[in-house]
C-alpha cells in the first residue's frame, strides 16, 4: 500500500509538471515541425525550433465573396504573420522564375483555374520560404475539393487552425457585386467593405456575373464537406455576417483558445467565488459529467471530525469555539484528500477554499496546483435572493425554498443562520476584501457570471474547463 500510494503521488507530481510546462504541446509542436520540414539533422532543427516563438499557421476557409481576403489580411497584421492568396503564391512564384508559377500565372491571366498538381507543389513551396517559418501565415484559396485538401496534408501542409467563415447564401449574392480587383496585384477589394486605395485602377472581377457566382457557391456546398472532413479536429466557424471589425474579432477569439491536445489530461478544478454564486451546484455537476472527485472543504472538516482522526481532533476543538481553523491545517487536510488514488488519477474540483491570496499561495507551496481556477461572480442582491429563502428540514435534513416548500412542513422550517440578510452581507464583505488579491494570484483564471439557469452557467464553466483561453495566440 505504501509503494501504491507513493507511485501514485509521484505521477500526479509529474502529471502537474507536464502540464504546466505544456511539454505535450511542445513535443507535439517539435514533431509536426520534422514532419513538415523534413531536416536533414533533426536534432539540430528541433534545438533551433525551441528557440523561436511559437507562429499561427492558419488556413482560412469560405465560400466566394465571404471575405476570406479581408480576414486574413486583419488577422495575419494583429498576429504580424504573411497574409497570402492563391494569387500572391502564383505572382511570387513566377516572379523567382519558377517554372510552374509562370504557367499558373498564364492560367490565371487568360481566366482560367489552376490545376492541383500545379498548385500544391507552389503552395507548399511558398509555405517553407523564412518569412512564413519565422512569422507563420494565413492562407485562403485552397484547398478546393477534398482531394487537393489531402495531396496538401500528404505534401505536409500542417495548419495550427482552420477558420471556416459562415455567411447566407443571400448575404454571399449581394456582397460579390461590390468586389474589385487591382489587376497590377490581384488584390481583391470591395467598393462597401473594403474599399481600394484612392490610386488603385480597380475593374470588376471578370468571373463576377450572376451566374458565375450561383455556380461558384453550388460548387462551393458541394466540396465543403468533404474538406471540412480532412480538417475535422481543427475546424472552428466563424459567422461573418456582421460588421467586419466584429468578425475579425470573432475570429481572433477562436485563435485565442486553448489547441486540442491528445496528451492525458486531469483536471485539476477550483471554484471561487461569494455565496451563493453556485460553487457547490458546479462544481457537482462538473464532478458527475467527468468523473471527477468533487471535493468541498467544509464537508472535508466534517469528515475528519467523524473519523475522529489526529486532523480531526483538532479541527473538533475549533469547531467547538465556533473558530476559522488554521490555514496550514486546512492544507494538510487538502492534501491529503487530493493525493489519494481517485482524485490523482480522475481528477477533481474544490470548493470552499482558497479564499484569500495567503491561502493560494499556502497550497501552492503544499504541491497544489490546479490547472483550472473559475471565479463565478454574482451580484450582491442577487445573492442574497438565492440564500436568504432557504430553509432546512430539521426532521430529513433536506432543504427548501420557502415560495416551492410543501405547504405541510413550512411550519417545522429552519433558516440556517449564515442565510439571513445581515449574514449574507457580511459573508460578501468578507469575500469582496480578498477578491482580486486571490484572483490575481492565479493568472489563468477565468471570470463567468453566476447569473441566470443552472444549465447556462455549467455550459459556460464547462467550456473553461474542456477549452480554456490563452491570452494571446502569439505567445
Known amino acids: 500500500l505504501q509503494i501504491k500510494s507513493l507511485t501514485t503521488s509521484t505521477m500526479a507530481e509529474y502529471s ?15 514533431l509536426t515541425g520534422l514532419l513538415v520540414d523534413r531536416p536533414s539533422d533533426p536534432i539540430d532543427h528541433m534545438i533551433q525550433a525551441l528557440k523561436r516563438s511559437p507562429v499561427l499557421r492558419v488556413l482560412v476557409l469560405g465560400p466566394p465573396a465571404s ?34 508559377g509562370k504557367k499558373a500565372e498564364g492560367l490565371l491571366a487568360e ?33 478546393r475539393t477534398r482531394a487537393e485538401a489531402l495531396a496538401l496534408q500528404a505534401a505536409s501542409l500542417l495548419p495550427t487552425h482552420v477558420l471556416s467563415l459562415s455567411v447566407p447564401d443571400a448575404v454571399l449574392l449581394e456582397r460579390f457585386k461590390g ?24 475593374v470588376p472581377l471578370p468571373r463576377d456575373t450572376d451566374a458565375a457566382m450561383a455556380a461558384a457557391l453550388t460548387a462551393h456546398h458541394r466540396q465543403a464537406p468533404g474538406i471540412a472532413a480532412c480538417f475535422a479536429h481543427l475546424l472552428r ?35 471561487l467565488g461569494a455565496a451563493g454564486s453556485g460553487r457547490s451546484t458546479q462544481g457537482q455537476l462538473l464532478a458527475q459529467k467527468y468523473n471527477l472527485v468533487f ?22 476543538v475549533y469547531l467547538k469555539r465556533q473558530a476559522l481553523l488554521p490555514d496550514t491545517l486546512m492544507v494538510k ?62 426532521v430529513t435534513g433536506k432543504q427548501y425554498m420557502l415560495p416551492t416548500a410543501p405547504a405541510e412542513i413550512v411550519a417545522r422550517l429552519v433558516q440556517h443562520p449564515r442565510d ?17 488579491d486571490i484572483a490575481d494570484f492565479y493568472p489563468g483564471l477565468q471570470r463567468l457570471s453566476a447569473q441566470g439557469e443552472v444549465a447556462r452557467v455549467f455550459e459556460l464553466v464547462e467550456g473553461v474547463v474542456v477549452r480554456p483561453r490563452k491570452k494571446d495566440p502569439t505567445l
Open 420 to 436: 439571513t440578510p445581515d449574514a449574507v452581507a457580511a459573508r460578501h464583505q468578507a469575500w469582496a476584501e480578498h477578491a482580486e
Open 237 to 271: 466557424s466563424v459567422n461573418v455576417d456582421q460588421p467586419q471589425g466584429d468578425a475579425a474579432d470573432a475570429a481572433w477569439s477562436l485563435l485565442c483558445a486553448q489547441s486540442e491536445s491528445n496528451a492525458p489530461f486531469t483536471p485539476r478544478v477550483v471554484l
Open 333 to 394: 487536510l487538502l492534501r491529503e484528500r487530493l493525493s489519494k488514488p481517485d482524485c490523482a488519477g480522475r481528477g477533481w474540483v474544490l470548493r470552499g477554499f482558497p479564499r484569500t491570496r495567503d491561502q493560494a499561495a499556502l497550497l501552492q507551496r503544499a504541491g497544489i496546483e490546479p490547472n483550472r481556477v473559475v471565479l463565478l461572480q454574482l451580484a450582491d442582491d442577487l445573492a442574497a435572493e438565492r440564500l436568504c429563502p432557504r430553509r432546512t428540514d430539521p
Open 111 to 143: 481566366g482560367g483555374s489552376v490545376p492541383q498538381d500545379i498548385l500544391v507543389p507552389l503552395v507548399i513551396r511558398r509555405i517553407r520560404k523564412p518569412d512564413c517559418v519565422r512569422k507563420g501565415y494565413f492562407l485562403h484559396g485552397v484547398p
Open 179 to 202: 468586389r474589385r480587383m487591382d489587376p497590377s496585384t490581384g488584390a481583391v477589394y470591395h467598393l462597401t467593405f473594403a474599399p481600394p486605395p484612392a490610386e488603385a485602377a480597380v
Open 295 to 316: 471535493v468541498n472543504a467544509g464537508t472535508l472538516v466534517r469528515q475528519a471530525v467523524a473519523a475522529n482522526t489526529e486532523a480531526g481532533q483538532v479541527c473538533a
Open 16 to 30: 502537474i509538471y507536464a502540464q504546466r510546462h505544456g511539454l505535450a504541446t511542445l513535443f507535439q509542436d517539435l
Open 67 to 100: 471575405g476570406k481576403h479581408t480576414i486574413c489580411d486583419s488577422l495575419a497584421k494583429r498576429a504580424n504573420a504573411v497574409s497570402l492568396s492563391v494569387a500572391e503564391v502564383v505572382r511570387d512564384a513566377a516572379a523567382d522564375g519558377d517554372d510552374l
